[in-house]
C-alpha cells in the first residue's frame, strides 16, 4: 500500500496578546449619572405637583420636558459605564 506525502506542520494558533488592564470611567462618572437621573426626577415631580409653574415659571409644560432631558441624560450616560 502506497504511503502518503509528509505533510508541514503548522504552528499552533497563539490567539494576539489582551490588554492588561480594562478601560475605566473617571472618578465623576458614576455621581454625574446619578445625579443626573435623580434631579431629572425630582424635577419632573415639582413640574406635576405645582401644576406646572415651578421649578421655572411661564414654560409651563416644558418643565416636563427638561425634567425628562435630564432623566435621559442620566440614562444616556449608563451606555458607557464600565
Same mark, same amino acid.
Given at each position: 500500500?502506497? /504511503? +502518503? *506525502?509528509? *505533510? *508541514?506542520?503548522? =504552528?499552533?494558533?497563539?490567539?494576539?496578546?489582551? /490588554?492588561? =488592564?480594562?478601560? #475605566?470611567?473617571? #472618578?465623576?462618572?458614576?455621581?454625574?449619572?446619578?445625579? %443626573?437621573?435623580? %434631579?431629572? %426626577?425630582?424635577?419632573?415631580?415639582?413640574?406635576? &405637583? +405645582? !401644576?406646572? !409653574?415651578?421649578? &421655572?415659571?411661564?414654560?409651563?409644560?416644558?418643565?416636563? =420636558? &427638561?425634567? $425628562?432631558?435630564?432623566?435621559?441624560?442620566? $440614562?444616556?450616560? #449608563?451606555?458607557?459605564? *464600565?
Amino acid at each position: 500500500m502506497p /504511503e +502518503s *506525502r509528509n *505533510r *508541514r506542520k503548522k =504552528a499552533a494558533y497563539v490567539p494576539p496578546p489582551r /490588554e492588561t =488592564a480594562p478601560k #475605566t470611567n473617571p #472618578t465623576w462618572w458614576v455621581p454625574t449619572m446619578l445625579t %443626573l437621573m435623580v %434631579l431629572g %426626577l425630582a424635577w419632573v415631580v415639582v413640574t406635576y &405637583i +405645582s !401644576q406646572s !409653574q415651578y421649578p &421655572i415659571p411661564g414654560i409651563d409644560a416644558w418643565n416636563l =420636558a &427638561i425634567g $425628562f432631558g435630564l432623566i435621559l441624560g442620566g $440614562f444616556g450616560m #449608563t451606555m458607557n459605564w *464600565r
